[in-house]
């Protein structure tokens, strides 16, 4: 069964994006989440994504969800011996009790210090054995510091480590390289084994990670089926060729890691809120800093318009305020001085003084963010479609490739022997990434496109999910008269040719035959016309506040307008609706129905092009370097296509 696991404190976006690179080509890893310095994503065999992250990124420490903690996993593998060495250790009894302190865990076997040396010898399989360490040490003596102990090595060694062997391979590289082309008008073996040699050390790289993969048993993988695809090249006797491949393909890592991290960018810009306030320095005077410095009181400014970003009290000035995201209230209160302010609310008329009561970590911002970048990740329907797709299209291109390149030479090598550059081809095209990628970017950017517009998805399926409802059921908030505002969201809600059905709970019944309305309902009634509704599929309910819940859970997909002082609420909504704007109910069907038809379009038009690209492969007229330059091209194009989903208006 399938967990939830963890990788957090990435702060580098190139390393970031390295694993989330890494996590996307696991067969054993789905529903990844990326956040702008972690990752998310469930996982059945974590002993292979831990190793992977160990031989990778030793630095990293791979964390899984226990009862809503995130605690370290421990991979099942054996004790390991480690040396360490001291600085500052300067007394004998300081060392004896530094032993016994390590000596009393149990994770800790063999433990001895050599005062002498000021080396430490333990035996463990805990990982971040260091940072333990050093907190135990701490306890001991601040000062003495531990650090992992390295053979002492000399000048000349570190040459030859460093440079040595790069000038060796380089030099063999140029020999093999120079062999081939000077043997290419009279082959023989020795020619076979030069440009062999040649692509080996080229390769090296990839052949590396082909091996990592091959160990987690990540066989379909763009790494194997490159290196397959060049061997089946050298086979084919198409060595420069070959070479030109192996090159292409290595320059396009670094072109879609650039492309990737710029995607990764424009994420994070709709999703991250610019986290700054303005702080009194001294009267009509402030200072923006990070919400994070801001302390309790602290005295900071908001003019009309702005957010309220930490709690507390009215110090200067009157507003009405917006409390919609809240408390689902989208009546504006009127705050004087003396008047307590909640973070999350809007200030709408005058400017406000405000002393801070309460500092960021207890702020609804800070809750609201916390919402929208860690909630848990379920798959969408739309996800386990690219899937299947993505197992499907590989397998059968890699099982083609193999059988051009093996089965149909064997049957008759003279006649045949064309086919091995066939299967090249179809080994070159038949990874997945870019498919999975469309389904992992398109997620984050509806995801993000639906915060920057004050739409807090609880669940990356939430938006997918949308797009499966029939019916759509609108609970008009209590005792407030119908708007004109209000008859528009009915109209535009109308277009989306969704069954909508009103709920109407206000001063005066409504009457329309445009819509199925329902004035002044119990829970229970409005629940059985809800199951109603249901047989002819999935419903999506719109309500305001904590009478709602029972509606809200029912639904299959449940929309809160405002109310995060409830967590009942919060526990029982897909999704939150943080602004008391109308228009924000169809943004969301729209970013939704953006999200599915992006990624619809990448796969289709994507398999297209692919499936011309093996038609005019058969027939002989396509060029290997040729049909990998369209494959990476089309790479490029999925992820910039998707740049739609964070762009539109």
Excluded at 512 to 524: A, E, G, S
Aim: hydrophobic share 45%.
């Amino acid at each position: 069964m399938a967990r939830n696991f963890y990788v957090d404190n990435i702060n580098d976006n190139h390393k970031l994006n390295e694993i989330s690179l890494l996590l996307n080509g696991m067969e054993e890893v789905s529903r990844i989440k990326i956040g702008k310095t972690g990752i998310s994503f469930y996982c059945e065999n974590p002993d292979n994504v831990h190793e992977v992250l160990k031989n990778n990124y030793p630095d990293l420490v791979l964390k899984e969800e226990i009862n809503s903690r995130k605690r370290e996993f421990v991979a099942s593998e054996s004790k390991m011996e480690y040396i360490f060495m001291f600085t500052n250790l300067e007394t004998e009894e300081e060392a004896k009790e530094i032993e016994e302190v390590i000596s009393r865990y149990s994770a800790y076997e063999n433990v001895t210090l050599d005062f002498t040396n000021k080396l430490l010898k333990v035996t463990t399989s805990q990982k971040n054995i260091l940072v333990r360490l050093n907190r135990l040490v701490d306890k001991v003596n601040p000062n003495i510091d531990v650090e992992q102990w390295k053979k002492p090595f000399k000048s000349q060694d570190l040459f030859q480590e460093k440079y040595l062997k790069r000038m060796f391979k380089i030099a063999v590289l140029f020999v093999a390289l120079a062999l081939g082309l000077v043997t290419r008008n009279d082959p023989s073996i020795i020619t076979n084994l030069a440009w062999l040699v040649g692509l080996i050390i080229f390769n090296e790289n990839i052949l590396r990670r082909a091996y990592k993969d091959l160990k987690v048993k990540h066989f379909l993988s763009e790494n194997i089926t490159i290196n397959l695809a060049c061997l089946f090249g050298w086979v084919y006797g198409a060595y420069v060729e070959t070479l030109i491949v192996s090159l292409i393909f290595q320059i396009s890592e670094r072109l879609l890691l650039h492309l990737i991290s710029l995607t990764m960018g424009k994420i994070n810009n709709e999703i991250n809120p610019v986290q700054l306030g303005r702080r009194e320095i001294k009267e009509n005077e402030y200072e923006m800093v990070s919400l994070e410095d801001i302390d309790i009181g602290d005295i900071i400014t908001i003019m009309p318009g702005e957010t309220i970003p930490l709690g507390g009290k009215v110090i200067s000035g009157e507003s009405d305020i917006d409390m919609f995201a809240i408390n689902g209230n989208d009546i504006l209160e009127k705050v004087t001085v003396g008047s307590e302010v909640q973070s999350g609310s809007v200030n709408i008329t005058g400017t406000l003084r405000i002393k801070i009561l309460y500092t960021y970590d207890h702020s609804a911002m800070n809750k609201i963010l916390e919402i929208a970048m860690m909630a848990p990740v379920n798959s969408s329907r739309t996800h386990k479609i690219v899937e299947l797709i993505c197992k499907v299209y590989t397998v059968f291109l890699v099982a083609s490739g193999i059988i051009c390149a093996t089965i149909i030479p064997f049957i008759d090598l003279e006649n045949n022997f064309k086919f091995i550059y066939l299967g090249t081809i179809l080994l070159t095209i038949s990874g997945s990434f870019a498919y999975k990628q469309v389904s992992s970017f398109a997620v984050l950017s509806g995801v993000a496109k639906a915060f920057s517009k004050n739409i807090v998805i609880k669940e990356n399926s939430g938006l997918d999910a949308l797009n499966s409802c029939r019916t759509v059921i609108y609970d008009r908030f209590d005792g407030v008269e119908v708007t004109e505002e209000e008859m528009n969201l009915f109209s535009e809600l109308s277009k989306l040719r969704l069954d909508l059905i009103i709920f109407n709970d206000g001063p005066v019944d409504l009457e329309d035959d445009q819509y199925k309305i329902h004035n002044n309902l119990t829970v229970d009634e409005k629940l059985e016309i809800m199951e109603r509704a249901g047989v002819d599929g999935p419903v999506a309910y719109i309500g305001d506040n904590s009478k709602d819940i029972a509606l809200l859970q029912k639904a299959y997909v449940g929309i809160s307008r405002g109310g995060i002082k409830d967590k009942r609420v919060i526990e029982n909504s897909d999704i939150m609706l943080m602004n008391s704007d109308l228009n924000t109910v169809i943004e969301t069907f729209m970013i939704s129905k953006k999200q599915k038809e992006v990624t619809f379009e990448n796969i289709f038009v994507r398999l297209l092009i692919n499936f011309i690209m093996m038609m005019i492969a058969v027939k002989g007229i396509l060029p290997w370097w040729l049909a990998l330059v369209i494959y990476l091209v089309e790479e490029i194009v999925v992820l910039l296509n998707t740049h739609r989903i964070v762009d539109m208006k």
